[in-house]
Nanobody, 123 residues
Framework: EVQLQASGGGLVQAGGSLRLSCAVS????????IGWFRQAPGKEREGVSC????????YYADSVKGRFTISSDNAKNTVYLQMNSLKPEDAAVYYC????????????????WGQGTQVTVSS
């Protein structure tokens, strides 16, 4: 059973940083992709970033490019999202999820996701 557990959210001032973690378990194959999406109240779900476990390909939404960095530690089965220069519009619940694929040109279909973590950015 695939399990994804996001953590690391919190309250930060605009311009500050946070690092989110996603504990990954249950995959029975080596080639998979993990992504982060977020959802703010009253807004549509927005894909943020993804990373491929096989070749490390990453992709970022334009809204976070240059400020967020996704990485993985395969030994710890953890995917990270380093968020710098946070803006009030980054405030949302962040979820990590399985993605059918992740390439440098985009992501595939979003699949299973776990419990999210709240990010609040004060102005």
């Amino acid at each position: 059973e695939v399990q994804l557990q996001a953590s690391g959210g919190g309250l930060v001032q605009a311009g500050g940083s946070l690092r989110l973690s996603c504990a990954v378990s249950g995959f029975t194959y080596d080639d998979y992709a993990i992504g982060w999406f977020r959802q703010a109240p009253g807004k549509e779900r927005e894909g943020v970033s993804c990373i491929s476990s096989s070749d490390g390909s990453t992709y970022y939404a334009d809204s976070v490019k240059g400020r967020f960095t996704i990485s993985s530690d395969n030994a710890k089965n953890t995917v990270y999202l380093q968020m710098n220069s946070l803006k009030p519009e980054d405030a949302a619940v962040y979820y990590c999820a399985e993605v059918s694929e992740c390439r440098s040109t985009g992501w595939g279909t979003w699949g299973y996701w776990g419990q999210g973590t709240q990010v609040t950015v004060s102005s």
